[in-house]
């Protein structure tokens, strides 16, 4: 398949795109922007977008992206818990500032990573009708990791963020989202700028501590 012919299929199915593809994008995109700035609003507009998403994910895609939509209901529960560990503050500082992964924090990611991914294919090859288990567990296993550095403000998530939105790319664009495609594109240019920008930010941090 050449450029041309990707290109075609892409404006193609951004064209038929549905509204809620489209509302579900814009608040992602929003929310991803206010994390490279470690504004608290990443989460408000990212549970907007995560329940759009979860809908699309269950209810439009065939055969359906399980354990994406199962993720999107997690982003969900780990936006709120996210809010508010970003939005506790003590004597007029962050409790959760920008900083590193701890060794045990660390373990703790790449561990729930590799059991989140085994889970997550065993479920998919017996229970569902996914015809793509490796690709869709391996996002979301991820993603489930990101999710849960990222509440905690660790410089890591960026980098899982990354190896994330890798995968996603082209599982998506299989599925005929081509507008979450391009997102993900998107993302994955944020979260390289992220990563960089709260680079930046921890030095001082740190050396203040």
Not at 11 to 28: D, G, P, R, V, Y
């Amino acid at each position: 398949m050449n450029f041309f012919s990707v290109w075609k299929i892409l404006s193609e199915n951004i064209l038929a795109t549905k509204w809620q593809e489209w509302l579900s994008t814009f608040f992602q995109i929003a929310s991803v922007w206010y994390a490279k700035k470690n504004d608290v609003k990443v989460y408000p507009a990212g549970i907007v977008g995560v329940l759009l998403a979860a809908y699309l994910y269950f209810f439009m895609a065939k055969p359906p992206l399980y354990a994406d939509g199962i993720l999107n209901i997690y982003y969900f529960f780990m936006s709120i818990y996210g809010w508010y560990n970003w939005s506790l503050k003590k004597n007029e500082m962050e409790v959760y500032p920008i900083s590193s992964c701890k060794k045990n924090e660390l373990i703790m990611g790449l561990l729930i990573f590799v059991k989140g991914w085994i889970i997550l294919y065993f479920l998919l090859v017996n229970l569902t009708d996914s015809n793509t288990p490796i690709l869709d567990a391996l996002v979301s296993a991820s993603a489930v990791t990101s999710m849960w550095w990222m509440a905690k403000r660790k410089i890591e998530n960026w980098l899982a963020w990354i190896a994330s939105n890798l995968v996603a790319i082209p599982l998506n664009f299989y599925k005929g989202f081509m507008l979450f495609t391009l997102m993900y594109v998107l993302f994955l240019w944020l979260a390289v700028l992220g990563y960089l920008e709260w680079k930046k930010q921890i030095k001082p941090l740190n050396k203040a501590m």
